[in-house]
Nanobody, 124 residues
Framework: QVQLVESGGGLVQPGGSLRLSCAAS????????IGWFRQGPGKEREGVSC????????SYAFSVRGRFTIDRDHAKNTVYLQMTSLKPEDTGIYYC?????????????????WGQGTQVTVSS
């Protein structure tokens, strides 16, 4: 059974850091583009970052560039999102997903397998 499970969310103060994990089962992440998305309160879901399972190439939304880093662990079949210098506007539910296409994209419509999400709250 194909499954993605996110973890690592929590409450953090502005300027703090969190590391999210996306563990895959039932398939190899090496064969897919994996994306991280988030949905803030009252907002639409938006793309944050993605990584190619084949060559490790990465893409980032402008709002997180320089603060977030996506990477992967082949042995653990897991993709991570390291988040630093967090801001209140980073608050939301963070989801990982696999793309239906083989090129990097942050377009929501190109992703078809989703995890259940993990809550990130940035607040003092």
């Amino acid at each position: 059974q194909v499954q993605l499970v996110e973890s690592g969310g929590g409450l953090v103060q502005p300027g703090g850091s969190l590391r999210l994990s996306c563990a895959a089962s039932g398939f190899s992440l090496d064969d897919y583009v994996i994306g991280w998305f988030r949905q803030g309160p009252g907002k639409e879901r938006e793309g944050v970052s993605c990584i190619s399972g084949r060559n490790g190439g990465t893409s980032y939304a402008f709002s997180v560039r320089g603060r977030f880093t996506i990477d992967r662990d082949h042995a653990k079949n897991t993709v991570y999102l390291q988040m630093t210098s967090l801001k209140p506007e980073d608050t939301g539910i963070y989801y990982c997903a696999t793309a239906r296409v083989m090129w990097r994209t942050l377009a929501l419509a190109e992703y078809n397998t989703w995890g259940q999400g993990t809550q990130v709250t940035v607040s003092s």
